[in-house]
């Protein structure tokens, strides 16, 4: 009796410990009801973002969505980290340069992926009302060309 006691206790300490080593961090799960949304500012001003993870200010790695109105223009500006951008809704005219050309720029419609090297000179314009998820190593920066 006093074996299988024993046996049986250590099997359970034995699980005990497996389950709390695999339990880890938890998992970031949001809905698209639980993204809270806040009014861009600056050079943002007329759109809306939502962090899904990270701190876009901080080191580290941040994503967000950013939410564009219809005819959005996301004035020339480039980043000092890789910017990685998935259209999940709407359409993104995107192009190259110091200055807004919409007959240069290539359209990017929902599902499209655009990864911009760091420093590149690049703008976008919306069409329809236009979602981007954006992702990188933050601080996340957005600077204007002048």
Same mark, same amino acid.
């Given at each position: 009796m006093k074996l299988s006691s024993g046996v049986l206790l250590g099997a359970i300490l034995s699980a005990g410990?497996?389950?709390?080593?695999?339990?880890?961090?938890?998992?970031v799960t949001l809905s698209p009801s639980a993204m809270h949304w806040v009014a861009g500012?600056?050079?943002n001003k007329g759109t809306s973002l939502a962090i899904l993870t990270g701190n876009p200010t901080k080191t580290?790695? +941040?994503? $967000?969505? !950013?939410?564009?109105?219809d005819g959005y223009v996301n004035k020339p500006h480039y980043h000092s980290h890789p910017e990685y951008i998935t259209v999940i809704q709407g359409t993104v005219l995107f192009g190259t340069g110091d200055t807004v050309d919409k007959s240069k720029a290539k359209a990017y419609p929902t599902? +499209?992926? $655009?990864? !911009?090297?760091?420093?590149?000179?690049h703008w976008s314009v919306t069409q329809g009302e236009t979602i981007e998820q954006i992702g990188?190593?933050?601080?996340?920066?957005?600077?204007?060309i002048k």
């Open positions: 410990l497996v389950a709390a080593a695999s339990a880890g961090p938890a998992a500012t600056g050079v580290g790695t +941040s994503v $967000i969505r !950013v939410k564009m109105p599902g +499209s992926f $655009i990864a !911009v090297p760091t420093g590149l000179h990188g190593l933050g601080p996340l920066t957005n600077i204007p």
